[in-house]
């Protein structure tokens, strides 16, 4: 899926080690399988080949992602919009044909038409393509979290690149897996700590990657230097609304969150080297206050 994936299993033989690992890579490679767009044999980038000539056939899982996908583009006041892949590949210069960018109106989810009766695909114009990065990721763990349960498994730690994190269980030495949002400016300082117990964080941001994350009002990349991070009970939740999250204005912000309650959401902002951390789902003075304690400078919340 494009990054490192790390499992730690604490207090467990080597066999039974290799066992779990050999069952979690077959899972990671048969969901990359189905969901890349960047596997010319995947089942998304047959879709997005074939899916705007007629509509394509698709298996249960396939079609229960993209489902999933649709609802949270409603839900995130179509923020999260899986329909933008021309365009994020226009800006990250993907594909150098593309000599002028695809018109936002005629890309977007909005463009993705699903019928449930036969299970079929169609896009409705040619400048669609389906991209899962704010979803696969998030998906993948949730999948093998169940592998690990069903294996026994009380307490784990998965990272794909240390940007999305499931935790299983508590620390084996503490009450909770502590997970730090590093400083761009600073590596080896964390502005803060989730206390993650059976649950997820997921970060999204533009500091390494310029191009990839894409508004989809105007079909341009965000350029504003931020990352947004998401605590979730659901790994693909926390996957899902960091990227929403980025682009998403304050008054679509408010909106967003009243779906999602639950969800602890940070979101950082570098500026003149400077760095402001915001809690952005809890609006306290107090709240905001406790979140930059010790750290960089006055809080931007708005």
């Not at 609802?71 to 919009?81: A, I, N, R, S, V």
């Not at 730690?157 to 240390?162: Q, R």
């Given at each position: 899926m494009?990054t490192?994936?790390?499992?730690l299993?604490?207090?467990?033989?080597?066999?039974?080690?290799?066992?779990?690992?050999?069952?979690?890579?077959?899972?990671?490679?048969?969901?990359e399988?189905?969901l890349?767009?960047?596997?010319?044999?995947?089942?998304?980038s047959?879709?997005?080949e074939?899916?705007y000539?007629k509509?394509?056939?698709v298996?249960?899982?396939?079609?229960?992602?993209?489902t999933?996908?649709i609802?949270?583009?409603?839900?995130?006041?179509?923020?999260?919009?899986i329909?933008?892949?021309?365009i994020i590949?226009?800006?990250?210069?993907?594909?150098?044909?593309?000599?002028q960018?695809?018109?936002i109106n005629?890309?977007?989810?909005?463009n993705?038409?699903?019928?449930?009766?036969d299970?079929?695909v169609?896009l409705?114009?040619p400048?669609v393509?389906?991209?899962l990065?704010?979803?696969?990721?998030g998906y993948?763990l949730?999948?093998?979290?169940?592998?690990l349960k069903k294996?026994?498994?009380?307490?784990a730690?998965?990272?794909?690149?240390?940007s999305s994190?499931?935790?299983l269980?508590?620390?084996?030495h503490?009450?909770?897996?502590?997970v730090?949002i590093?400083?761009f400016?600073?590596?080896?300082?964390?502005?803060?700590?989730?206390?993650?117990?059976?649950?997820s964080?997921s970060?999204?941001?533009?500091?390494?990657n310029e191009?990839?994350?894409?508004?989809?009002v105007?079909g341009?990349?965000i350029?504003?230097k931020?990352?947004?991070?998401v605590?979730s009970?659901?790994?693909v939740?926390?996957?899902?609304?960091?990227?929403?999250l980025m682009v998403?204005?304050?008054?679509?912000?408010e909106?967003?969150l009243?779906?999602?309650?639950?969800?602890?959401?940070?979101?950082?902002e570098?500026?003149?080297?400077?760095?402001?951390?915001?809690?952005?789902?809890k609006?306290?003075n107090?709240d905001?206050?406790?979140?930059?304690?010790?750290?960089?400078?006055e809080?931007?919340?708005?």
């Open positions: 494009g490192r994936f790390n499992l299993l604490p207090g467990i033989d080597n066999h039974k080690g290799d066992e779990i690992f050999s069952s979690v890579t077959n899972e990671l490679l048969r969901i399988k189905l890349s767009c960047f596997l010319s044999d995947s089942d998304i047959y879709i997005n074939n899916a000539k509509p394509v056939s298996n249960d899982e396939v079609f229960g992602v993209l999933e996908c609802d949270f583009y409603k839900l995130t006041q179509e923020t999260f919009d329909g933008l892949g021309y590949d226009y800006w990250t210069g993907r594909h150098t044909e593309l000599d960018e695809p018109d005629l890309a977007g989810a909005k993705i038409i699903l019928e449930n009766s299970k079929t169609r409705a114009t400048q393509k389906i991209n990065g704010g979803y696969g990721k993948a949730q999948k093998n979290l169940e592998i294996s026994g498994i009380k307490t730690l998965m990272s794909f690149g240390e994190v499931t935790c269980g508590k620390h084996p503490g009450e909770y897996w502590p730090g590093q400083d400016y600073q590596k080896k300082k964390s502005l803060t700590t989730f206390e993650v117990v059976d649950g964080v970060t999204s941001g533009n500091l390494q191009n990839h994350i894409i508004n989809p105007n341009n990349p350029t504003e931020m990352s947004i991070s605590k009970d659901s790994a939740i926390a996957e899902v609304l960091s990227t929403a998403a204005r304050d008054d679509q912000i909106m967003i009243k779906s999602f309650p639950k969800e602890e959401v940070i979101r950082v570098y500026n003149n080297n400077k760095t402001h951390i915001c809690k952005l789902n609006r306290s107090e905001n206050k406790n979140i930059k304690a010790g750290f960089y400078g809080s931007s919340c708005r």
